[in-house]
């Protein structure tokens, strides 16, 4: 039997189809129970390690939080590694693909470097910087033997109360397409030559930023969600003009994998969706790669489980995130390929894509972790990176001679608890799947920035409250509030009202009345309403979910870069004016929005 790992192999470009040829040959030689389980991915706290080896596992992945203990990029590196291992003793030796959601960087791990969320980028409208970021994400996921990215998302958002408009760069498709085209190249680097690239995932496939608020029917942990995996209702040709965009042009940019969205179609769950996973995505739009489920994906199809992976797979599903009860499924699947419900054929077809796809990333001739990277993770070099995103991705709405801020400034006052807090600036897909406050992960906070950014002597207090209680009214030249959203990932983060909370307008009223210039900076995975609140403010900055590098916000504040960011979302004056249409280009409801789409002052 040919070893296939120590086969002489040319990643990336196959200019003589060997890798087809090696596919077909491979393929050839797999048992039914090889073919299924080179289609299952499965989540790795539910798996036997043995099952790995045994039930020909092709897929692992670590969902949000999923991290191994202690937390670090060594850890990390042994945990995949010896997951490996596990895969390459089988008969065949095929090697896994262990998958991640490094959404903002490599952020689940302890030290990585986080980049702003893709709301940011999207206000920094600069493909190069995305294109970089890719780079540096990929490179320090391969450090821990990961090479499988569950990204960039490339939803267009049309609704900002979804808990996941930061993740998705813009509701302008033509943006998303833009941004998402550099990010896969970034992290597949030129078809995945050399040892840096992954395999990027352009997800949830598709109108997962189009569905109507409330109509979804998922309940998690005691949350009700809104409009995460609901349902989107728009004609056919609105779905292409605005959700389908960015998939074209990210298939032309070289993406591989797809993942299929939780969300449905005027009714239809997209897992169960045959015309447009296969008529469209697969022959349409001549999508080559694999298509992966999302998260339990199958199981809303239908009461019966057998039927949901009947329809799931005969609808062009090519692997299956089950992602912990893989047994029920590769039972279920078994039979169902034995019965004849789903033909040999479509397995084939699945098998072989997943397969083509671990040959050209090169997975056969380097299946483990690549050491030689690990300090590239948190480097100087991809913090630096991250400041400057930071700084390009700041939108000054407002700024009444207050900024920039002179660094001799005798006395500043900051307040407001987002002012030094890594895990509030980081937001969710940090360390944990929903996020968490406090310092969850090294970085430099907004406070740390501004204070090594004065000049001796400036005094700079701080206080989260804003209590000042020594400084007479009007006392400091400028007072600094940072304000804005908790922590918060899918589902969770779907909200009603996005109004500040009464403490954050509190902490606003209190440092405004001891400084002469009042600069507000907010903390936000999306526009929050603001209408009243700016009247009473000199200068305004959206700085959304910046990550660890919170000198990239001093930097601007104090003039040593200019703010050049733009908005990705049109900023509603009230909640009555949401959704935004993307097809009409502007707010559902009455009057013109706050600022529109693509606002952003200069300094
Ligand atoms: C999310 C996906 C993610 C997956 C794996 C799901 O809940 O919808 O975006 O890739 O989990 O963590």
Not at 52 to 65: D, E, H, K, N, V
Not at 537 to 561: H, I, N, R
Not at 573 to 588: G, I
Request: net charge negative; aromatic share 8%; charged share 20%.
């Amino acid at each position: 039997m040919m070893n296939w790992c120590a086969a002489p192999f040319q990643s990336g470009r196959d200019p003589q189809g060997l890798i087809s040829l090696r596919v077909k040959d491979l393929l050839s030689r797999m048992t039914l129970a090889e073919k299924l389980g080179q289609i299952t991915l499965v989540e790795k706290n539910s798996i036997s390690k043995k099952d790995i080896t045994a039930r020909f596992i092709g897929g692992l992945l670590s969902g949000g939080g999923g991290y191994p203990l202690p937390n670090t990029p060594a850890s990390w590196a042994e945990m995949v590694n010896s997951f490996q291992e596990q895969a390459l003793r089988a008969r065949l030796g095929i090697p896994l693909l262990y998958g991640v959601d490094a959404v903002h960087g490599h952020a689940a791990v302890w030290g990585a470097t986080v980049f702003p969320h893709n709301i940011g980028l999207g206000a920094a409208r600069n493909p190069e910087l995305v294109q970089l970021i890719g780079t540096a994400t990929a490179e320090e996921m391969v450090a821990t033997g990961i090479y499988w990215n569950y990204a960039p998302v490339v939803a267009v958002p049309q609704d900002i109360r979804w808990g996941r408009t930061y993740e998705g760069f813009s509701e302008d498709p033509h943006l998303v397409a833009a941004l998402a085209v550099a990010y896969v190249k970034g992290l597949q680097g030129e078809e995945f030559a050399g040892r840096t690239a992954v395999l990027a995932t352009p997800k949830h496939f598709v109108g997962d930023g189009a569905t109507a608020w409330g109509s979804s029917t998922t309940e998690f942990q005691g949350q009700r969600y809104a409009l995460d995996q609901g349902d989107a209702r728009l004609d056919e040709a609105a779905l292409r003009a605005v959700h389908l965009l960015p998939y074209r042009a990210a298939i032309e940019a070289g993406a591989l994998c797809i993942m299929v969205s939780l969300s449905s179609f005027n009714g239809l769950k997209m897992h169960a969706h045959k015309h447009l996973l296969t008529e469209i995505l697969k022959r349409e739009l001549g999508f080559r790669g694999f298509l992966v489920s999302d998260w339990e994906g199958i199981d809303p199809i239908s009461s019966d489980y057998y039927d949901a992976i009947v329809i799931a797979i005969n609808a062009g599903l090519d692997m299956v995130m089950v992602p912990c009860d893989y047994q029920r499924f590769l039972d279920g699947l078994t039979r169902a390929v034995e019965r004849g419900d789903v033909p040999i054929g479509r397995i084939d077809d699945a098998v072989s894509r997943v397969l083509t796809v671990k040959f050209q990333l090169g997975l056969f001739e380097h299946p483990f972790a690549n050491d030689a990277l690990l300090p590239s993770i948190g480097s100087a070099e991809h913090r630096a990176l991250a400041r400057e995103a930071v700084r390009q991705s700041l939108v000054l709405l407002k700024n009444d001679r207050a900024l920039p801020i002179p660094k001799d400034i005798p006395l500043l006052l900051i307040a407001g608890a987002a002012a030094n807090d890594i895990g509030l600036q980081c937001g969710g897909w940090t360390i944990e799947w929903q996020g968490k406050v406090g310092d969850i992960t090294p970085g430099i906070t907004i406070l740390d920035g501004i204070r090594a950014t004065v000049h001796n002597p400036s005094v700079v207090r701080f206080d989260p409250e804003g209590q000042f209680a020594d400084i007479p009214a009007g006392g400091a030249e400028v007072g600094i509030a940072v304000v804005g959203e908790m922590p918060y990932a899918e589902g969770f983060g779907d909200r009603a009202d996005l109004a500040l909370s009464p403490q954050d307008r509190e902490v606003i009223a209190r440092v405004r009345a001891k400084c002469k210039k009042l600069v507000v900076i907010l903390i936000s995975g999306r526009p929050m309403i603001i209408t009243d609140l700016l009247p009473q403010v000199d200068a305004f900055v959206a700085a959304w979910l910046p990550g660890t590098e919170g000198q990239g916000v001093a930097d601007v504040l104090f003039g040593d870069y200019p703010f050049t960011g733009r908005l990705p979302y049109t900023w509603p004056r009230s909640m009555d004016q949401l959704p935004f249409d993307s097809l009409r280009r502007k707010l559902t409801g009455p009057g013109e929005p706050l600022f529109p789409f693509g606002f952003g002052l200069t300094t």
